[in-house]
């Protein structure tokens, strides 16, 4: 389903003005703290009013201050997760999950959220003897119920360390898998991000600094300043090949050679997404030999980027993958970086956390 947003808001000293559209998916809003994101999601369920522009849900115009058009949050159909749970607790489990749902309809999205969250065993619990995780999952398949036409989720794993992430995340990815409602999700972690996302909404101060497709976004060099440098890499579209190796490592098949990379939760021949980071990459112009490093991948070279400080991003593909290197400035110029050079990119194993591993194959 298509959904298109132009807005744009006055909020106190804090102007808003936004315009991205998606095809349906995940579209992950992305952004540090204060560049609009929750506003943005909190427009289209309806909890605030933006003062111009337009939002369209497929063919459901929820606002349009042109025609003066302006659906209440109670009509817009939408799900909304928190960062924390907020389940009643005097209520059990199913009882949660069916306040959601007072109409007298077949419980579509809420029996598929109970089986792609994974929650069946804890109907009867109440919210009290729940970890974070697990009432999250229920907060989740709660908004699910009212048989949403979007869902919006404002950083659900906020408040869950990474254990608890780790564990999670999984229980998304069937979600999305197994709905094909859109979801717009609010977050500052591109691990997460990365993970779930088809297409990607990068906001600074109130205005949109990148939009399109997760993969174009993250595999453009000049992006890494709206990304950030820490934050950036671009993602490998993978298939498990050996999960479990017997040294403890997990063997993935790219569309140009190997990955040796910390053990994944996925069955052999299941695709998954691997996020690299730009500064894990190195480079060599030949095959390197008696490295300890075990994953060396060709690849060549379509871009250099030069910013303002001594970093260079190096874009590169390895068959149908795109990689980024950052580099110093120095070390580009002494190998003659250009694109169409040929090249070898050499990433450590135990340089890739656990949390860029894993998610979905690449939409």
């Given at each position: 389903?298509s959904?298109?947003?132009?807005?744009?808001?006055?909020?106190?000293?804090?102007?808003?003005?936004?315009?991205?559209?998606?095809?349906?998916g995940?579209?992950?809003?992305?952004?540090?703290?204060?560049?609009?994101?929750?506003?943005?999601?909190?427009?289209?369920?309806?909890?605030?009013?933006?003062?111009?522009?337009?939002?369209?849900?497929?063919?459901?115009?929820?606002?349009?201050?042109?025609?003066?058009?302006?659906?209440?949050?109670?009509?817009?159909?939408?799900?909304?997760?928190?960062?924390?749970?907020?389940?009643?607790?005097?209520?059990?489990?199913?009882?949660?999950?069916?306040?959601g749902?007072?109409?007298?309809?077949?419980?579509?999205?809420?029996?598929?959220?109970?089986?792609?969250?994974?929650?069946?065993?804890?109907?009867?619990?109440?919210?009290?003897d729940?970890?974070?995780?697990?009432?999250q999952?229920?907060?989740?398949?709660?908004?699910?119920?009212?048989?949403?036409?979007?869902?919006?989720?404002?950083?659900?794993?906020?408040?869950?360390?990474?254990?608890?992430?780790?564990?999670?995340?999984?229980?998304?990815?069937?979600?999305?898998?197994?709905?094909?409602?859109?979801?717009?999700?609010?977050?500052?972690?591109?691990?997460?991000?990365?993970?779930l996302?088809?297409?990607?909404?990068?906001?600074?101060?109130?205005?949109?600094?990148?939009?399109?497709?997760?993969?174009?976004?993250?595999?453009?060099?000049?992006?890494?300043?709206?990304?950030?440098?820490?934050?950036?890499?671009?993602?490998?579209?993978?298939?498990?090949?050996?999960?479990?190796?017997?040294?403890g490592?997990?063997?993935?098949?790219?569309?140009?050679?190997?990955?040796?990379?910390?053990?994944?939760?996925?069955?052999d021949?299941?695709?998954?997404?691997?996020?690299i980071?730009?500064?894990?990459?190195?480079?060599?112009k030949?095959?390197?030999?008696?490295?300890?490093?075990?994953?060396?991948l060709?690849?060549?070279?379509?871009?250099?980027?030069?910013?303002?400080?001594?970093?260079?991003?190096?874009?590169?593909?390895?068959?149908?993958d795109?990689?980024?290197?950052?580099?110093?400035?120095?070390s580009?110029?002494?190998?003659?970086?250009?694109?169409?050079?040929?090249?070898?990119?050499?990433?450590?194993?135990v340089?890739?956390?656990?949390?860029?591993?894993?998610?979905?194959?690449?939409?």
């Amino acid at each position: 389903m298509s959904v298109s947003v132009r807005i744009q808001q006055q909020l106190g000293d804090f102007s808003l003005d936004v315009a991205f559209e998606s095809d349906g998916g995940v579209t992950a809003l992305f952004g540090p703290s204060g560049s609009g994101k929750t506003s943005v999601i909190n427009a289209i369920a309806g909890l605030a009013q933006p003062d111009k522009g337009h939002i369209r849900l497929g063919e459901q115009v929820l606002f349009d201050s042109a025609k003066g058009t302006f659906v209440q949050p109670h009509k817009r159909r939408v799900g909304y997760v928190f960062q924390e749970p907020r389940l009643f607790p005097h209520m059990s489990v199913a009882q949660n999950i069916a306040y959601g749902h007072p109409r007298q309809q077949p419980p579509t999205h809420r029996d598929a959220g109970v089986a792609a969250l994974g929650i069946a065993h804890l109907l009867d619990r109440s919210p009290r003897d729940l970890s974070g995780g697990e009432a999250q999952r229920v907060a989740i398949a709660r908004a699910l119920s009212s048989e949403p036409h979007v869902l919006l989720m404002d950083e659900p794993l906020a408040a869950l360390d990474e254990a608890r992430k780790a564990e999670f995340l999984p229980y998304l990815h069937q979600l999305v898998a197994r709905t094909s409602i859109p979801v717009f999700y609010v977050s500052h972690a591109m691990s997460e991000v990365a993970q779930l996302a088809d297409n990607l909404v990068v906001l600074r101060e109130g205005r949109v600094a990148r939009a399109g497709p997760l993969g174009d976004i993250l595999a453009d060099p000049a992006a890494i300043c709206d990304i950030g440098v820490r934050e950036a890499g671009a993602i490998l579209n993978v298939t498990v090949t050996r999960a479990n190796d017997s040294d403890g490592l997990s063997e993935l098949a790219t569309s140009r050679g190997r990955l040796f990379l910390p053990p994944v939760h996925a069955e052999d021949g299941s695709a998954m997404r691997v996020r690299i980071r730009a500064s894990d990459v190195i480079l060599s112009k030949d095959r390197p030999d008696g490295l300890s490093a075990l994953n060396i991948l060709p690849c060549t070279v379509t871009q250099v980027h030069e910013g303002q400080g001594p970093g260079v991003a190096v874009a590169l593909t390895s068959g149908g993958d795109s990689l980024i290197a950052r580099i110093t400035r120095r070390s580009a110029r002494a190998m003659g970086l250009r694109a169409g050079l040929s090249c070898y990119a050499v990433i450590k194993s135990v340089s890739v956390a656990p949390a860029d591993l894993g998610g979905r194959g690449a939409a």
